[in-house]
């Protein structure tokens, strides 16, 4: 067995279904990019083998010092990222409630103009040269994290004629199952951009919407340096397997 | 009324967008000096156990267009049957060998190549054995939650008649999507989103 990097007995259940009226559906047209890449049959649905239910752990030890600093880990010495300073907190929970250790957590965002480090990438806004975009924390035992990032600007993007993103932070989230694998976005509490986004406006519920948009936390703020945002993120939970029955060696 | 379950909802999924790559591939796409290497881009060393393999993968859109900007991740057992992972109970995993490997597809070409090595054969929950098998997760601008499909093998016609995931597909023409074809050490699996040759997902 590989390390978990905690002291908890691992959980070896299946997880919970997937609700996926909770979720975007595959095609959501206004969102564009989804119209040719959105499957269109029926998903085939199993209850979690091995296959599923394990997963790939990450340990603490592959972290660099700076991995979840992004307005200096990619500065030159001395220097640092520009723009709205802020401390990105939260916990890794499951649907039970619990918090989740050793989850590793990678994000990518653009800069404070909006722009992202990448060839692709057109709009006119400069890039930082003291800011590269990702990071990386794997949460805590109880399944807390902190990142220092920059806060991203809004951007446009060729979709609609004008439409705009508006700030947020990419998270891609490795719970203890691979059938918890998970990328989403992180919002801005109080951007009025997040109610005309087509890529959010995917997500039918609004209690669902909201889940994915950081409230500003005055008591996390470091005073005369950063403004906090508290974002929690909720992985599938695991059943029990106290009733279930197993053949031997499974 | 009754009692409140006091459950949590799942975080809503959202597209990882075209920009995937800064994140979980930074140094594939030029952002050096931030991580030594990029997480998941090599799979196996001298000691690593089995039958080195390399799969050859490519996404398409519903047009036959292969993506250029995908990311996929694979997920497999070692070659006797063990996940490296805290999850599996039933013995150890070669330590030699994470199980875990994420390419991102060509720009140009959007192939995307793992090194790895042929699974073995893993349980079913009843404790019939699944064909060696290998799972995928595929993100990509336009895809709002992450696609799970496996991995088969051309080579092991037998165990693929009796695997019970396989069994599961009602609409047998379908099958052969999640076949790879072997040639010479090189497994080709193409990923078809759309359209009469769309692979099976899976929802588990």
């Not at chain 2, 008649?161 to 076949?179: K, M, N, Q």
Request: aromatic fraction near 10%; glycine fraction near 10%.
């Amino acid at each position: 067995m590989a390390e978990t990097g905690s002291n908890r007995a691992p959980e070896t259940g299946a997880f919970f279904q997937r609700d996926r009226q909770w979720h975007p559906p595959a095609l959501t047209p206004s969102y564009k990019s989804s119209v040719l890449r959105s499957p269109q049959k029926a998903l085939v649905s199993f209850d979690n083998t091995l296959s599923e239910s394990t997963g790939p752990v990450f340990g603490h030890a592959m972290l660099g010092e700076l991995d979840n600093d992004l307005i200096h880990n990619f500065a030159r010495p001395g220097e640092s990222a520009i723009g709205e300073r802020i401390i990105v907190h939260g916990r890794v929970l499951d649907e039970r409630g619990n918090g989740v250790p050793g989850v590793l957590l990678e994000l990518w965002q653009a800069n404070a103009g909006g722009r992202y480090r990448h060839k692709r990438e057109g709009y006119l806004a400069p890039l930082d040269p003291n800011f590269g975009g990702c990071g990386r924390a794997i949460t805590g035992e109880d399944g807390g994290y902190a990142l220092r990032t920059i806060r991203p600007g809004p951007y446009p993007w060729p979709n609609g004629p004008n439409d705009w993103r508006p700030a947020h932070i990419h998270f891609s989230v490795f719970g203890h199952g691979f059938a918890q694998r998970l990328i989403t976005q992180m919002y801005f509490e109080g951007d009025p951009l997040i109610w005309r986004c087509p890529i959010v406006g995917g997500i039918s519920n609004k209690a669902a919407i909201e889940a994915l948009i950081a409230a500003l936390d005055m008591q996390s703020t470091i005073p005369m340096d950063a403004l906090a945002y508290k974002f929690d993120i909720v992985l599938r939970g695991r059943r029990s397997t106290l009733f279930e029955n197993r053949p031997e060696g499974n | 009324m009754a009692q409140s379950l006091d459950r949590l909802k799942e975080s809503p999924s959202q597209t990882a967008g075209p920009y995937v790559h800064i994140g979980l591939t930074p140094n594939f796409c030029g952002i050096g000096g931030v991580y030594a290497s990029d997480l998941g881009s090599s799979m196996i060393n001298d000691q690593t156990k089995g039958e080195r393999i390399e799969l050859r993968i490519r996404v398409l859109d519903g047009t036959g267009t292969p993506l250029r900007e995908a990311l996929v991740e694979i997920w497999q057992a070692d070659a006797n049957g063990f996940y490296n992972s805290p999850a599996e109970m039933r013995g150890a995993a070669d330590p030699n060998f994470p199980g875990w490997g994420r390419q991102p597809t060509d720009t140009e070409t959007g192939v995307c190549l793992f090194q790895t090595i042929k699974p073995g054969r893993v349980p079913f929950r009843d404790g019939r054995l699944m064909a060696p098998h290998i799972t995928l997760w595929i993100a990509a601008r336009g895809i709002n939650v992450g696609l799970h499909t496996r991995l088969y093998f051309s080579d092991e016609e037998k165990a693929n008649a009796e695997d019970p995931i396989l069994a599961r597909i009602e609409h047998r023409l379908r099958v052969p999507t999640l076949i790879a074809e072997r040639q010479r050490d090189t497994y080709v699996f193409d990923i078809h989103l759309q359209g009469e040759k769309e692979t099976v997902f899976f929802d588990s």
